[in-house]
């Protein structure tokens, strides 16, 4: 167990990224794509985790980040959400973005590249990628929401290695 006081923001955001690469294992075990993200609070606690949840229902807005938006909302205040930091195993994708955007999360970090993650699943049928950088989503806001990413995106490719060639 890290004791996450001690560590600093880059260790720190190194530490819950890889948590994230975590959550997208745990997706693929429970038969679902190898994506995960997490939600951390000011104080260094994890408030949310969400895997990808396409199937059983072949929901292709289940993303991770977007449940993981849509539970945060419900859950918690506005305040809270803009002090708290959402790590995902790769690039939101622009549904997702606009949904960290409306739901207030102040800060991500990712792993896996948008523009990546094209290149790794290609045309497949059930990731048709946008390569669309949530940077420019955020930037069209109103409100600020920084981004640090991509980040151990060797590691974040690696979940993915044999997934989208079935």
Not at 3 to 19: G, M, W
Not at 91 to 115: F, Q
Not at 131 to 160: K, W, Y
């Amino acid at each position: 167990m890290t004791d996450v006081e001690r560590l600093t923001q880059a260790e720190l955001d190194e530490h819950f990224l890889r948590h994230s690469f975590d959550v997208a294992r745990r997706s693929m075990d429970n038969g679902n794509h190898p994506f995960g993200a997490i939600l951390v609070d000011r104080n260094r606690k994890i408030l949310i985790e969400t895997e990808n949840g396409y199937m059983p229902a072949h929901d292709g807005t289940a993303h991770a980040e977007r449940l993981l938006a849509t539970q945060a909302c419900r859950t918690f205040k506005a305040e809270d959400l803009a002090d708290a930091t959402m790590y995902s195993s790769a690039e939101p994708c622009a549904m997702c973005s606009g949904a960290i955007y409306w739901a207030g999360i102040g800060r991500l970090v990712y792993g896996l590249s948008e523009a990546r993650l094209r290149d790794i699943t290609g045309n497949h049928p059930e990731n048709p990628t946008l390569d669309l950088p949530c940077r420019a989503v955020f930037a069209s806001g109103q409100r600020p929401t920084d981004v640090i990413g991509p980040l151990l995106e060797g590691e974040a490719a690696a979940l993915h290695d044999g997934v989208w060639k079935k």
